[in-house]
């Protein structure tokens, strides 16, 4: 009868696309993280830019901020 031949074996292929995605999620997990963090750094950074920068309590200017930041 007809010869048949076994399929060709391509688990490497498969094994490498595994490794390829799994590499391309874990890097993106990690662009993710170091955004975050720097992120954060940001915002102490800005939040103490504002905490310095404030006239002191009771001044029209604050108590304008205030309400302009509550209408947002």
Sequence with gaps: M???EPPPDTSGY??????????VMAIYLLSLVIRWRNLSRD????ESIRDE???PSGSKRKTARRKAAAKR
């Design 14 to 23: 498969m094994i490498a696309g595994y490794i390829v995605a799994f590499s």
């Design 43 to 46: 915002i102490e950074a800005l």
């Design 53 to 55: 920068g404030d006239p």
């Design 2 to 4: 007809f010869i048949q």
